[in-house]
């Protein structure tokens, strides 16, 4: 090796050669050479202080005392020697977190007596407590206090670790019983130097340790050592002459390379053997002294003063506080090397360019106050003083011995060598051994830091030059990539250390060039990976991902964001390509499996993409650098695919599904349907920026339109099912069977799968609905139809002959029951099973109202009515809904005289083609029936309806009484109103139809109204007839003949106590009363007194008693057998019926001609009023009843009490108390009538009892009409009864007309009658 001055050194800087390994080989192996000169003499140091302290135990105590002040001095000032020399406010040089690894495991040798370089009984005592105290400080909870080794380990600062140390020990030695004295203080100086030493040797074997870090514990050497010294010996250990002990330490240095350890590692690792090794450091003993290390320093320094390029000017950095912060720590770190190598050679002081000028640090050698403060980097420089920087011999530039030409390429290039060294060396290690988990050895880190150290290489530039080879060796596969993350983790913490803004220039575009290196190679790496997605794995890319967030987070390649952008469009773009191919190669797979079939391969190519979607959101939750979302690109390429094949295949689709025997079933279509929805949301959601045009709902609405088709068509079965297999027996705490429960499972399951589908379009989803609504009112009609005949069989049983007699021999049937005379009333005795069929019907409406309220019926048609709705293809006209309901008839007569003149009629109304269209029930021997019963006629235009009453007869055919005609014109009911029509039939008499009109509109409302109507009208005629039965028992005996009878006898019969008491224990029973109280009859002595010609009580009660026995009978069975609200209606229309009997008893029945019904006696009518009261207690049963007092009372009730007010008044104060009420009334009604009641205020239970309030909440009328009852069986009154009729019959035109008006309904537009057409009879 030809040795270099520094002569030389200057004129290769100049140059520009090519750097070459001997060159890297001549300034390490200086360096090293260096290295082992300091190291030498530290250890020697340490070993003449040991000795020395070995001959102070054995001196006389006088003399210790004599020691002990300096000792007392020493110790107090070991707080000013550990302190951070930074300056303050700056940010600390932390060491690196690996180092309590490595401590611990040294620690725990040293403790065990495994390490033999440190083996005394002191030091392993000490370093064992220390140990122990740190390993029970880590055991502490987090919530315990903050301790000082937590402390310790989040600033990693070393001087906080040695102090800590210091701590322990002193605590240790202290009560150690061989240390008498202060003998423990001189051991604590021993200890804490031995403690520096191990932390040095720790530090070699951790990567990039900051340069600051190893200058200091160097310095901590150097005045440990001086102030074990001064302890020792009472004299100065350092002098200015050549006597010193120092300088006889000196000569101790030897020149064999086997006891310089970084000299050999340079040898191997150049490839040197030990002769040319000896050869090379023999040539450098001529110019590689301390003196030429002090020079190199100093000339740092100088030109720092100065800005020159090396080691660092301002043009370097961004800012001013950058420059300022690196050159106090730059300053401060170079007067520390300069300090330690003058405390180990004092004679290098003589030597320096001005000799003649007193150091300051060097009067007293012996004292260990010496303070590396920062503001060494003042204006004049050190603490050295400013003639040992600012001496003239020492010039500004480039002339070095131990700093090469480029340190930062010749850093780079030993760095390379080291790492390509160890590499080959873990290759080659048995298979047994374990492999480090750094890269670098400890050898070749020790090397890299003492020459980064004596090169100036800055730790920005260090760790960065790590990463940079790291990243290199890793694209040639020399390196694995869990090796990346060693170096871009150092990265990180020196930018953690030092803001990055206040790094060198050149470092930080250095370190940008690496991190854009790196995005590059692994966007590459990815774009490999992307080549099967479906297979792709986090785990796959994990490593790949963490270093490419690392390096985008670090915003350090901001500048390559347009080529960045172009590479992730790549990768983007690959995903894409292979989700195509991913998708084309799935779907042919699925075609080819199944062949012949349309449906199922779309299925189940859409469970496949729904569940690769899936997959890879799980795999993959977040998108990739934020940007490459896979499965928003996946959904993004293979949606597009998939719709176009479903698109092709919509005219197969609707062929296959269509026909008896379809061979795509409509539930795989909804499965397709459900399906597909899932991934339209999921791309929705994944693809907001890509919107797809596909109209699921109109894709798929001929399904749902067909499925409704069906499901209509199979509304007959399910109304016969539940019927046939119903035994109507009473199932539940309401009585009802199992019909109305199978009924509207049938319909709910249909409701339900319409919920579930999740309809994308609300207002197709509102007609479906609707057209469900239509369905369940077609079933609601049918079912109540079916068990409304059931009822009615049950209450009209037919009579079933051995023998049916032939048609000829039907007169002689005639004859018979024309000679048996008067039909013989028998009372009805009601069963269980029709109280059944009736609790159905209640049933149903609560179901109904269920069923309403999960439908949203409201909302349905909220979203109809708001809605744009599709044009249609064929404007359909408009249908009305006619509600006919038949009230009376009057004047009847019989074609047949055998008959006496009483009728069982019935009415029947027909079209023009003769179809029946309804028909009432049979109203028994009465020629002014009353059926009040309501009928629907749908029509489109308008249509004429015959009116024929029929008397019933058991054998043939019935007779006709009388027809009359009506026109259902919807122009001539435009009013919306409610008509009252008499019809005169033909050949005579009368019949009331009330008619009123309203659209019949396609709506879920009006649907739902219409099976709300069914259901009350199918419970009114059941119960009409139910009433009907019991009615002629009630008239049987509230009749005229028991009353005369009555008061024509002086018998005592019936007990009405009796009769009050059991009805009483009845109802108690009823309504599970645990106790009933019996009524006991008055004594003789507490009944009334009476006049003997006077009925009693008994005897009133007597009369009726039949009738008390009946209802005993009959309620029984129906309060055991009909739910709480059918029982309690029912009751009410038996008390109507009751106080209409007694009613019809006192006056006749309105009407404007005269009466000849004569009135009643007051004796008869003291009676009527007698059995009023007796039936109201009856039914009341001291409030154990059904109905309750206050509907008992009602406004019938008063007005039946005010007849007795009435009946006996002269006939002129009743006219002009007639026409008072009357014109009353007139002033209190309505000026415009009031709309008919339309099928909506029916729709749900809701409306119905708000409907029920409102008219509860009416004003009565007064009682013209009773009056006008009375005034018909007195003579004379036929004029003033028609006027008063023709008076409110004008009444009623004018306020038509007004509501006609008010409704802008021009009369002149209302079409004539038509003439009646030839009606088919």
Not at 409 to 419: A, T
Not at 833 to 841: G, I, P, T
Not at 855 to 880: C, H, S, Y
Request: overall charge negative; proline content about 5%.
């Amino acid at each position: 090796m030809t040795s270099r001055s520094t002569d030389s050194s200057a004129s290769r800087r100049a140059g520009k050669e090519r750097l070459t390994d001997d060159d890297v080989y001549d300034f390490a192996l200086r360096v090293s050479y260096l290295s082992y000169l300091v190291t030498a003499k530290a250890q020697e140091t340490t070993a003449a202080n040991d000795d020395t302290k070995e001959k102070d135990r054995d001196r006389d105590l006088p003399h210790h005392s004599r020691i002990s002040g300096a000792i007392s001095n020493s110790f107090n000032s070991l707080g000013d020697l550990f302190k951070d020399p930074t300056r303050e406010g700056q940010k600390s040089v932390k060491f690196p977190d690996k180092l309590f690894k490595v401590l611990d495991l040294r620690m725990q040798n040293i403790a065990m007596g495994k390490d033999a370089q440190f083996n005394d009984q002191y030091l392993r005592r000490v370093i064992a407590v220390f140990w122990g105290s740190l390993k029970a400080t880590e055991k502490q909870s987090p919530r315990d206090a903050p301790s000082p080794w937590r402390q310790i380990k989040e600033n990693r600062k070393i001087e906080e670790l040695i102090l800590f140390f210091v701590t322990t020990a002193s605590q240790t030695l202290r009560k150690d019983p061989t240390l008498t004295g202060d003998d423990w203080k001189m051991e604590l100086n021993s200890q804490i130097a031995h403690f520096v030493l191990i932390l040095r040797e720790c530090l070699r074997n951790v990567t990039h340790v900051p340069p600051e870090i190893t200058s200091r514990l160097e310095l901590y050497t150097v005045k440990l050592t001086e102030n074990t010294a001064a302890v020792s010996s009472p004299k100065p250990s350092l002098q200015r002459n050549g006597g010193s002990e120092a300088t006889i330490r000196m000569s101790r240095v030897g020149g064999n390379i086997e006891d310089m350890a970084l000299v050999v590692t340079v040898g191997k690792l150049f490839k040197r053997s030990t002769q040319e090794l000896q050869h090379d450091v023999d040539a450098l003993k001529r110019f590689c002294s301390e003196d030429a290390a002090v020079v190199d320093l100093k000339t740092c320094l100088k030109n720092i003063n100065s800005d020159m390029p090396f080691p660092g000017r301002r043009d370097d950095f961004e800012s001013m506080e950058a420059y300022t912060l690196w050159r106090t720590q730059e300053l401060a770190h170079l007067s520390q090397l300069i300090l330690f190598m003058l405390q180990y050679n004092p004679n290098l002081a003589k030597s320096a360019p001005s000799d003649g000028t007193q150091q300051p640090m060097l009067q007293r050698p012996n004292s260990i106050r010496v303070d590396p403060d920062p503001d060494l980097s003042s204006q004049n420089g050190l603490i050295l003083g400013n003639a040992a920087i600012d001496d003239d011999d020492i010039e500004a530039g480039n002339n070095f011995t131990y700093i090469p030409p480029n340190p930062k390429k010749f850093y780079k290039r030993l760095l390379e060598l080291c790492v390509q060294d160890d590499l080959e060396a873990m290759i080659n290690l048995p298979e047994d051994q374990e492999v480090s988990l750094g890269i670098l050895s400890s050898k070749h880190l020790s090397l890299i830091n003492e020459c980064a150290l004596r090169w100036r290489v800055t730790h920005s530039y260090r760790v960065t030059c790590f990463l940079d080879v790291v990243r290199y060796k890793y694209e040639r596969d020399e390196v694995p990539i869990e090796c990346l993350p060693e170096g871009l983790h150092l990265v990180e913490k020196a930018m953690q250390d030092l803001d990055i803004h206040k790094w060198p220039r050149v470092d930080v575009d250095y370190l940008s060039t690496i991190y854009g290196g790196l995005f590059n190679i692994f966007l590459g790496t990815l774009y490999e990976a992307f080549e099967d997605i479906s297979k792709l794995t986090m785990a796959h890319i994990a490593p790949y991902i963490d270093i490419l967030k690392t390096v985008r987070d670090s915003r350090l390649i901001d500048r390559y964001t347009a080529d960045i952008e172009a590479r992730l469009k790549d990768l983007a773009d690959r995903v894409r390509i292979q989700a195509v191919h991913l998708y084309t190669d799935k779907n042919y797979e699925l075609t080819m499996q199944s062949a012949g079939q349309i449906a199922l391969p779309l299925l189940l190519l859409t469970d496949h993409l729904e569940k690769q979607a899936r997959l890879l959101d799980k795999r993959f939750s977040e998108p990739i650098l934020g940007q490459l979302d896979l499965v928003s690109l996946t959904l993004e390429s293979q949606m597009p695919l998939f719709l176009t094949d479903l698109e092709n295949a919509r005219i197969d689709l609707l062929d296959a599904s269509r026909g008896k025997t379809p061979s795509v079933p409509i539930l795989d279509m909804f499965a397709l349907f459900r399906r597909t929805r899932t991934l339209l949301s999921m791309h929705e959601a994944f693809c907001p920026s890509s919107p797809l045009h596909f109209d699921i709902a109109g894709f798929f609405e001929p399904y749902v339109l067909q499925w409704l088709l069906t499901t209509d068509m199979q509304t007959a079965q399910w109304v016969h099912t539940a019927i046939t297999i119903d035994k109507f027996e009473p199932e539940g705490p309401e009585g009802h069977s199992s019909s109305i429960i199978d009924l509207f499972e049938n319909l709910k399951s249909p409701v339900d799968f319409l919920l579930d589908l999740k309809w994308p379009d609300d207002h197709q989803e509102a007609r479906f609905f609707t057209s469900l609504s239509k369905t369940a009112a077609k079933l609601i009609e049918e079912y109540s139809r079916r068990v409304e005949d059931l009822f009615m069989e049950e209450m009209f049983p037919r009579v079933v002959q051995e023998v049916q007699p032939v048609k000829q021999f039907g007169f002689i049937e005639k004859a018979k029951l024309t000679i048996a005379g008067e039909k013989k009333v028998e009372p009805f005795n009601f069963t269980s099973s029709s109280c059944v069929k009736l609790n159905n019907v209640d049933a149903a409406r609560g179901l109904l109202d269920q069923m309403y309220a999960k439908i949203d019926v409201d909302k349905v048609t909220q979203v109809l009515a708001t809605g744009t709705p599709p044009p249609p293809e064929k404007q359909d006209r408009q249908r009305f809904l006619f509600t006919v309901k038949v009230v009376q008839a009057e004047g009847l007569t019989s074609q047949d005289t055998s008959t006496a003149g009483k009728l069982d009629t019935f009415v029947t109304l027909s079209d023009e083609k003769g179809t029946r269209l309804a028909k009432t029930r049979t109203v028994y021997e009465t020629v002014n029936p009353r059926w009040d019963e309501t009928f629907d006629v749908s029509v489109q235009s308008p249509l004429w309806l015959m009116s024929s009453v029929r008397d019933r007869v058991l054998i043939g055919k019935h007779d006709t009484i009388g027809r009359g005609y009506l026109c259902l014109d919807p122009k001539r009911f435009g009013d919306y109103l409610t008509h009252d029509l008499w019809l005169d039939l033909d050949p005579g008499g009368r019949i009331l139809l009330r008619v009123s009109m309203e659209g019949e509109k396609d709506d879920a409302q009006f649907y739902f109204g219409r099976a709300f109507r069914s259901l009350k009208r199918a419970e009114g005629d059941m119960i009409r007839v139910i009433i009907d039965k019991m009615g002629s028992t009630i008239r049987l005996y509230l009749s005229r003949s028991v009353l005369a009878a009555l008061v024509k006898t002086s018998t005592i019969g019936y007990d009405y106590n009796k009769a009050l008491a059991g009805m009483t224990g009845l109802y108690r029973n009823a309504i599970g009363a645990d106790k009933a109280d019996s009524v006991i009859p008055l004594p003789a002595k507490d009944k009334p007194n009476r006049r003997p010609e006077q009925l009693s009580d008994e005897q009133i009660e007597d009369a009726i008693a039949p009738l008390f026995d009946y209802f005993d009978a009959n309620f029984q069975t129906l309060n055991s057998s009909l739910s709480t609200t059918t029982r309690q209606t029912v009751m009410n229309k038996v008390w109507k019926e009751v106080m209409a009997t007694l009613e019809a008893l006192l006056v006749p029945p309105m009407s404007d001609a005269p009466s000849d019904m004569s009135p009643l006696s007051e004796k008869e009518v003291d009676i009527v009023f007698k059995w009023l009261k007796f039936l109201k207690d009856y039914t009341y049963a001291n409030g154990e009843g059904p109905v309750p007092l206050e509907q008992l009372q009602n406004q019938r009730y008063r007005d039946l009490l005010s007849i007795r007010l009435y009946y006996d008044w002269h006939t002129d104060d009743l006219m002009e108390e007639c026409v008072r009420l009357l014109q009353h009334t007139l002033k209190e009604e309505p000026t415009v009538k009031k709309r008919a009641k339309s099928v909506y205020s029916q729709r749900n239970l809701g409306t119905i009892k708000e409907r029920k309030r409102v008219k509860k909440q009416e004003t009565q009328q007064g009682n013209s009409e009773m009056i006008l009852r009375i005034l018909r069986m007195r003579p004379g009154t036929k004029e003033f009864i028609a006027q008063q009729f023709a008076v409110a019959s004008s009444a009623s035109t004018q306020q038509e007309g007004r509501s006609r008006t008010s409704r802008a309904q021009d009369a002149s537009l209302i079409p004539p009658v038509p003439p009646v057409p030839n009606f088919n009879r």
